[in-house]
């Protein structure tokens, strides 16, 4: 062994190294492979089962150099996967977007599929903890998917959960458009008795502090100790690696272009929180919120619907032309998602248009996303419901949009558009007053 | 003096009691008149100076009922208002909104105009602080306002500034697009050598918890302690009464429907925070913040030009028909911001749209709100940006829309509105790379 002081994180790139660093109360030690870092604060480090740890450079005590060689994604991929048949079954159904790369640590390039045994590899907690079956349905950025998308997976995800044979079904899903995705399956899915949980990435693997690993290993965590389905979306909490939201998935919304916890739950609390003990995974813990109690498990599934796309999510802004309407009413637009200003409000000059178009129904959201419609405060709420605004409360309006879809696909009777709209079908409009 | 129990809030509504409550460390007494509260936890004090305080009834340990009779607003109105003419002069510039209306407490109901007068009477403590002149400008609901309003108020604004007069001007507005409001004036007003200040109220003032006492108080208390110019916005930075922040007027954006602390700075931290003494407001104290030291003393005020309103914001959703493109140019605009998804994505079936409009000239956000663009990281990204599309980083999409308006007011040329656009004017752009 070659001992040697702490200096740049640079010179260090590639090494296995031990280190010894505080801990809280403690001394502790961690064994791995220094990987580049995107600041010299942080080592980063590649440990043995596959994980990456942060270890700020002001906690280490001791940084050695070890002559153990790490085994790399290429000797370990040679491995054959042995899978234990006894473990409850999850399946991982690939849709695209970051989380369905992974990084080559010998040529740092990054590859863009994935199959089952190469996440077996990567991943080979989740073998530990469930019998793993993989299902490549497409490759799809995330912002190219359509309700025609959304049908096709919920169709498949259907078949899925009529087996039996899954005790939950994970769905990775680029993040870009993951909470309109898991908007629309919490619809088409509505009732099933198993979780089926979106899971993305919010670094490319070829960094070294992706979060795939972590939000799978959450999603995984949570399907084996859930005794409730639902739709639901699994991504990192914080910063750290240490902690997984699990979002209803009519309450998931990207709110950061990049970080790790870029996903929030908007206007409800989140159903569970998975805490990890890095050093063995079987220890994590799942934690459940009143979210989770308030899921209900005598639903019933049924056969997912048709989507109709004739839906506009129509975001107002000062000065806007009242003649988008025409334009929409034009192009055959059934129903139309306004955000708002406000508690729901858009200006004056809007209302006899939309008074005018009763081929098309409007719906009102808020575009603060926090917080909810409330139309009977002011004047121009007052004036919007008069021509037949109705207000949808505190429902996200991409979640208010994909619900349009998913309703006018079962009516195009104005009533029972309505009727279904203000009707909660999975946690996407409460009745809180909260201010 | 009558002693009773702590029972329900409802049976002291109107009283005039002193309350004895655990304060930290020690115990505290207060008096004043109790309010209707929306929460039977809270007990809403009036206080004599005319500030609301709200304690929690589990800290109360004795309330007594007094003999006093508390002033009335009808009792205070009949005063004769005399301010001190060698401090230092505010202009109080009423647009309109929920500020601008106000309370009757004998009867409950709410007049939607202020006087100079009503004003000083309301917030008593404004004269302690300063010389206040008050000037009506409009009595707007802020939905209606549109550029045209932005270009008066800058006008006017412009004239008072030029007047030499002021130490600082407040604007108050409604709330609901008081964010486009503060990005149009940071740019037409981009170089005052005084603070400009967007004061809003998220609480209707016939509410016992009305902000806008503080709101106004804290915009004040800054215009007294800064050394230099810029257009701000000022509003609760919390749910409790004792903080303000002040916010860069390009940076603040309504985040919550009907919240207090409603306004965000986001993607860049507030440029001050007023922390008020509540039993003397001449305590009170402001902090600046790293913006603050950011501000340009240097700059020049100029006429404020003219806004072309041929900007269209355009929020994309899944599954979007890209003909919206060919609408957007046929309407004539000539500047189209799209809040994309993720990093700054649309669907591939735009890209030949955008290519094609030679007329149009495209720029991305995020409607992730937080974060930026970073178009060089997924091909989506590297192909909108060869079709020509431009990435504003991390400009909220409600300020690129009104700067657009801004630009395109000084010129048609295609080259000149990228190279004005992406040249940050006042904070509205920056170059993090925060992940």
Known sequence: MF???????MNYIGKMVEIVFRNALKEDEIKGTILPSSTDKTYILKLKNGYNVGILKENIVIIKETQEKMETIETIKEK??????????????????????????????VSAQFSADDLLNLIPELKSLANIEAYSFSNLLSENITSKHWEEIAKAVYKKIKDGEYKGIIITHGTDTLHYTSGALSFLLNGTNIPIILVGAQRSSDRP???STYNLLG?????????????????????????????LGTRARKMHSSKRDAFKSINKGIVAKVIFDLRNIKNSKVEFFEAYNELNSEQKLTEPGKLNNKVYLLKFFPGQDPQIISYLKKEG????????????????????FIRKEKDIVFFMTVQTIYGRTNMGVYSTGIKLKDAGVIELKDMLS?????????????????????????????????NRTEE
Request: charge should be neutral; avoid cysteine.
């Open 80 to 109: 054959k996967v042995s899978q234990d048949i006894n473990k409850p079954k999850v399946l991982i159904f690939s849709v695209g977007g970051t989380i369905a790369s992974k990084i080559d640590y010998n040529t740092g390039g």
């Open 333 to 352: 637009y059934k129903i139309v998602i306004i955000e708002g200003t406000g508690l729901g409000h858009v200006a004056d000059n809007f209302i006899d």
């Open 209 to 211: 502090s992706s979060d």
């Open 3 to 9: 001992k040697f002081g702490i200096g740049e994180i």
């Open 219 to 247: 999603a995984v965590k949570f399907i084996l100790e859930s005794k409730k389905g639902g739709v639901f979306v699994s991504l990192h909490s914080g910063n750290s690696d240490n902690e997984i939201n699990i979002i």
């Open 398 to 430: 991409e979640v208010a949009f994909v619900k349009g879809q998913h309703v006018l696909g079962k009516t195009d009777k104005k009533a029972e558009i309505i009727d279904l709209m203000t009707k909660p079908l999975f946690f996407e409009m409460g």
